[in-house]
């Protein structure tokens, strides 16, 4: 194959942006080969592509040898299933799936290891993130001991939620800022840092806006080795803050506006404390900046890549098994919240399958919804 | 009376600190009139000053006005109740006292408005926070929506805690950073943005020291109209973290480093999300830098205001009955973690007493004295 013949499912805001950037010939060797949208206005959009309404059509088309799912989340379980299954490599968006149980189910039909089946995490793409995981994994930064992640600059208005009856809601997306906005905050989480064993969050619903799940969220995590780690988020705080701190043995990294400074202790601190005979003394330390350029290819490079893993058998940047680590994380703090516990991970996928079956059918929520307004601007969404 | 006499009880290292500064006509119309320690070779230090090991004697000897308790934590409040009943004006250290129910015997104890009765509390005399302060109170920031202080940088060693037997026990001092370190930080939070209503907290005891208290904590605070807060602090991290970050309808403000940074929105976000029609945008905002010089008088300054309170009639820059709400919080705090529970406020001084007690009675803890390591360099304690 010197080809990738590609065709993406879902035509949303997110389909569009990868389907200009293969058809704008951002994505060598991948070809837009069909497209897939049960609203026949969005395929005449690209009058030039197959297109098909139907995602059985496009899946058992011929045409395509891989699919990328941007749909709504709840159907990437069931669309990549159908997709694995019928032998087809798979790029699905963020999240693999709302929960779970739907993450194992989806995960259990890539049976075999010549299908390619990858996430679109394309944050994993931004060198802030990478060299920090290097910085970890050489053991720079020594023995990891405290995170604090706030990640509030996820600013939604009411007219995004007034967007999409769907939009913020138990049946149409099974959360909110956790499950739309944060899969990528949380996977970079996972992939920085594992799993803790321990989840204690407290989720805040319609607190910025008339919707019935969380948009705002604090919450606590804890590791088996001690290392504890604070995330808070939320849609409706302006300006917004995105300041990563990572305490280690070796020092502290704070990742903050474009900058990645790394406060490194001569000494590491806990063998320092051990066997100083002051009392106030406290490491030595050099102030390092890692110069940081850009922030990677994003989109278009998990796109690559996932091309490339098919021709060339290069390996993946986000393997899509990897996404359930997000979705746990998310699952488990909306668990946390709702039963005013903390929840023990790994999460009991059939508990939380429950949970979310019954907010939705005890949901009474009236969505306000506005067809005159529109996400319109959706770049801006990852634009910073 | 045109010059207080002031006797100080307790000459430890802060007692010193106050008595050098007084010595060295740091205090106008303040004149160190008694000394009292149970060492003799303490009141030996300073021999032109009358000296006395007992408390009682120092009280009712006639030779001052007023004292400042500068004694381990418990003695705070049976010393501060004795000095009291006698007549004279008091400057207690912090904290108050070790629990709740101590403050509220303490504070009850005070019952001549004539009587000056004062916390050392001396960060409030800090420019970054009044001005912090002032920014609140004045509506500039709008209704605060989150707090976030990361508080970490109170590094002690291992020779530090095994320079008193006393240091870091429940006997000794009733907890650990919460009651020694923190009552700083936690008077500034109360005095900031008031009494939360729910706090769930996560302390680890002995975590980076070998000690039976907490010396690292992660808190979440709850506030009746939505406001949540997180509080974090630790005695093991080096280089550690002093970051305030406070979120309001108007802006955010960031104290870091000796910067005051407001971001401030020209329209209050939440406003802004209601009105406008498009889903991605957020409010216009104007980055202001506001200059803070220095860190105030500290020490010296409030041990100015309490000699002019008594003198001059000078309202207190911090009354010792507002002591009572950081104590609550450590107590809050330390009963939230052991507890595994939320702990709602105000807290049942009762309830915490008796835990505090079964904690004291039910130590098995052997702690590590060195009676070789001092805690020598105690002014880089409050230098930063």
Redesign the interface.
């Known amino acids: 194959m010197k080809e990738l013949r590609l065709g993406i499912i879902g035509l949303g805001s997110m389909g569009r942006v990868h389907a200009d950037a293969i058809l704008s010939g951002k994505i060598p060797r991948c070809r837009l080969a069909a497209i897939c949208d049960p609203r026949e206005e969005s395929l005449a959009a690209f009058k030039d592509v197959p297109g098909f309404t139907r995602t059985s059509e496009i899946i058992r088309s011929g045409k395509v040898d891989a699919v990328l799912i941007a749909t709504p989340h709840y159907s990437h379980t069931t669309i990549g299933i159908e997709a694995l299954r019928a032998g087809l490599h798979v790029l699905v968006e963020k999240p693999i799936s709302v929960h779970k149980a739907d993450c194992e189910r989806l995960i259990a039909a890539h049976r075999s290891k010549k299908q390619v089946f990858a996430a679109m995490f394309n944050q994993r793409t931004d060198p802030f993130y990478s060299k920090l995981r290097d910085l970890i994994r050489t053991g720079e930064l020594g023995k990891i001991?405290?995170i604090?992640w706030?990640i509030?600059n996820w600013?939604?208005?009411?007219?995004?939620y007034a967007?999409g009856g769907w939009r913020a809601t138990w049946a149409g997306e099974g959360g909110g800022v956790l499950l739309n906005q944060c899969p990528h905050n949380l996977d970079l989480w996972q992939w920085l840092f594992g799993m803790p064993t321990k989840v204690?969050a407290?989720c805040?619903t319609g607190?910025?806006?008339d919707i019935e799940v969380e948009d705002?969220v604090?919450a606590?995590l804890?590791y088996p080795d001690?290392t504890?780690g604070?995330f808070?988020t939320?849609t409706?705080?302006?300006?917004?803050?995105n300041r990563l701190?990572v305490?280690g043995e070796r020092?502290?990294v704070v990742l903050e506006k474009d900058r990645f400074r790394f406060?490194r202790?001569e000494v590491e601190?806990?063998e320092?404390?051990?066997?100083?005979?002051?009392?106030?003394?406290?490491?030595g330390?050099w102030d390092v900046e890692i110069p940081v350029s850009g922030h990677g290819g994003q989109h278009n490079e998990i796109l690559d890549n996932f091309t490339c893993a098919v021709l060339d058998k290069t390996p993946l940047i986000a393997p899509a098994a990897e996404g359930i680590h997000s979705v746990e994380l998310a699952n488990a703090m909306i668990l946390s919240s709702f039963t005013?516990k903390?929840v023990e991970l790994p999460l009991k996928s059939a508990v939380y399958e429950r949970f979310l079956k019954k907010k939705i059918s005890s949901s009474t929520h009236k969505k306000v919804v506005n067809p005159?307004?529109?996400?319109?601007?959706?770049s801006?969404?990852f634009a910073k």
Chains 1, 2 share one sequence.
């Open positions: 001991r405290r604090n706030i509030t600013f939604r208005t009411a007219a995004y967007s204690r407290f805040r607190r910025y806006h705002d604090t606590y804890e001690g504890t604070v808070i939320s409706g705080e302006a300006p917004g803050t701190e305490v020092g502290r406060t202790n601190m806990s320092f404390s051990r066997t100083t005979p002051h009392g106030f003394a406290s490491p330390t005013d903390t005159k307004t529109t996400a319109d601007d959706f801006k969404s």
